[in-house]
């Protein structure tokens, strides 16, 4: 007879120090978090310290393993997520709705200009943080007064451009497929429209351009494995 093969649940394993990617959000990447000696396995709920406050995470052995110190947000890893956790992760999912919906109402009605996207509740406090995006310099402070006698919380309005913007709302590409940006894209790279001459496409803004209305980062991901166009000589 075959042995008997003990299979255990093993630790998130991570390629940096003891960080380890954790899901805030299930349609934005992972955020890097420190361990800091709390044992998480995979797809463990856990309670993560970042700059906004603490939020609830889930960890993930199946996204991209953190090999070097991260350039953007750095978080801590608290402890392991309780039940209490998660019912006000729950209530607070349904006051984010109710503010974004209000914000997106209420900016039509005063005509602001912006877009806003998201809206991020910390499981303790009373801090809201807003993501918005506008094309100009916005005036909001009457719209800042106004959430803040109506909610009760201390609102912060962070401006992003419009490709940090698709990364924050997440959605599919005209190739029915997750946006780059928001799954495996750590930062922005340049992309031309040469990119797009070289791999013999069209150049109507249409094809070529993404949900942001820039040209497609996924232009320069297989650029160079076209061979380079060679210079006319008349």
């Given at each position: 007879m075959p042995e008997?093969?003990?299979?255990?649940c093993c630790p998130v394993a991570?390629?940096?120090?003891d960080m380890i990617p954790v899901l805030l959000d299930p349609d934005l990447p992972p955020v890097p978090c420190r361990k800091a000696g709390v044992q998480v396995e995979h797809l463990q709920r856990c309670v993560v310290e970042i700059t906004d406050g603490l939020f609830?995470?889930?960890?993930s052995a199946f996204t991209v393993p953190v090999m070097r110190s991260p350039r953007g947000e750095l978080g801590r890893v608290v402890r392991q997520a309780t039940a209490d956790d998660v019912r006000r992760k729950d209530d607070l999912g349904h006051l984010e709705r109710e503010i974004i919906g209000y914000l997106r109402r209420r900016a039509r009605e005063l005509d602001l200009?912006?877009?806003?996207l998201k809206v991020r509740l910390p499981l303790v406090g009373r801090k809201a943080v807003v993501y918005f995006t506008a094309e100009q310099r916005v005036d909001f402070?009457?719209?800042l007064r106004e959430l803040g006698r109506r909610y009760r919380r201390r609102v912060?309005?962070?401006p992003l451009g419009v490709r940090d913007g698709a990364r924050l709302s997440g959605g599919?590409?005209?190739c029915g497929r997750c946006l780059c940006c928001a799954t495996f894209m750590e930062r922005f790279h340049s992309v031309t429209v040469r990119m797009a001459k070289r791999q013999n496409l069209s150049l109507n803004p249409s094809k070529i351009s993404g949900m942001c209305g820039r040209l497609m980062c996924c232009l320069?991901?297989?650029?160079?494995?076209?061979?380079?166009?060679r210079s006319a000589k008349g």
């Open positions: 008997e093969v003990a299979v255990a991570c390629g940096h120090e609830l995470g889930t960890a200009g912006m877009r806003p402070r009457s719209l912060e309005m962070r599919l590409g005209p320069a991901h297989e650029v160079e494995s076209y061979p380079k166009q």
